[in-house]
């Protein structure tokens, strides 16, 4: 049997279906691997980045200076004598030695007050976000509450209270009302809500698990990232506060670093006093140095725990 003939009027035409041309004028989609590029956006930054490493340039370069040179040179720019190690050793030597005890003092406020707030809170989160009792929107209402209350506020009260319990002039007067971190406890609840699964919990439980050991060996450990952060902000808000030991503290040796340097500030202005400008920069570019060596090391910790709860799994 024959194949069929068509003529050139029957013979199909394979049709062939071409992207439509891209009108003129019209733009080509951005890839969404590639972010756009916004020039505002990054003259806004480098504002902002200039704006915020502007004092650290000036405190760095200020620390290399001897007390005469910080007068008689640019303030952001170096003089011709380099003494930042002079500075250091005197700084560390001064009066005896206080920056160093003052120092200690600030180490032992952030490490039982920023400690106990961190674990405080850690508790308080885990708890109110992964229990049901009677009252917990009262409770969130009163943690909300008191994240808007600034802590100056409270600060000539809580002196009545401890003033009557006789607790003023102590390291206690600093440690104890820096055990309570209403963001960390906010923060930490809305962490746990989203970081430890509710299954995971039960299926512990159902494995004859307890409250406790399920806390430390099963909800702890995804908690970490939301903990650093915690630690972070409470640590830095501990070792920066100076208005609260201001009425509490009135003897030199319990003096935080924040005190500390304000009194060697001021005693330029007193009768006879020495002033020691450049032991002031020095000290305060010393009194950073541990800030910043945390957040480096804890960087990624505190990144991730930022994000937490922006995108639910």
């Known amino acids: 049997m024959s194949a069929p003939s068509f003529t050139a009027e029957q013979t199909p035409r394979r049709t062939t279906h071409r992207a439509p041309a891209p009108r003129r004028g019209s733009r080509a989609r951005r890839s969404p691997d590639k972010p756009r590029r916004s ?47 002079d500075n250091i050793s005197q700084t560390l030597t ?11 003092n600030t180490l032992l406020y952030v490490v ?6 961190t674990f405080l809170a850690v508790l308080g989160g885990y708890g109110l976000a992964k229990f049901d009792f009677t009252g917990k929107r009262a409770v969130f209402a009163v943690v909300i509450g008191a994240v808007a209350v600034p802590a100056t506020a409270l600060a000539v009260p809580t002196f009545l209270m401890f003033s009557k319990m006789g607790l003023t002039n102590t390291p206690w007067a600093v440690i104890i009302p820096s055990l309570i971190s ?28 307890g409250e406790l050991r399920t806390f430390f060996r099963v909800a702890l450990p995804l908690l970490g990232p939301g903990i650093v952060t915690v630690l972070l902000f409470t640590m830095v808000q501990t070792w920066n506060n100076y208005f609260l030991p201001l009425i509490m503290i009135k003897n030199p040796d319990w003096y935080p670093l924040t005190l500390g340097l304000n009194a060697w ?18 000290g305060s570019l010393l ?21 937490a709860g922006s995108v639910k799994g």
């Open 39 to 85: 020039v505002l956006l990054t003259v806004l930054m480098g504002v902002t980045a200039l704006y915020a490493l502007m004092p650290l340039a000036w405190l760095v370069i200020n620390a290399t200076k001897t007390q005469k040179g910080l007068f008689g040179s640019f303030g952001l720019w170096f003089s011709g004598d380099f003494a930042l190690w």
């Open 94 to 104: 001064y009066d005896d030695g206080i920056f160093v005890r003052w120092f200690l």
């Open 112 to 117: 039982a007050g920023a400690g106990g707030a």
């Open 182 to 209: 209403p963001f960390g406890l906010y923060l930490m609840w809305v962490f746990a809500a989203e970081a430890v699964p509710t299954e995971l919990l039960e299926a512990a439980r159902m494995d004859g698990s």
């Open 265 to 282: 500030n001021e005693q330029a202005s007193t009768a006879g006093g020495q002033p020691v400008f450049n032991l002031v920069i020095t």
């Open 287 to 307: 009194t950073i140095v541990p800030l910043v060596i945390a957040f480096l090391l804890l960087q990624r910790y505190w990144q991730s725990g930022l994000a």
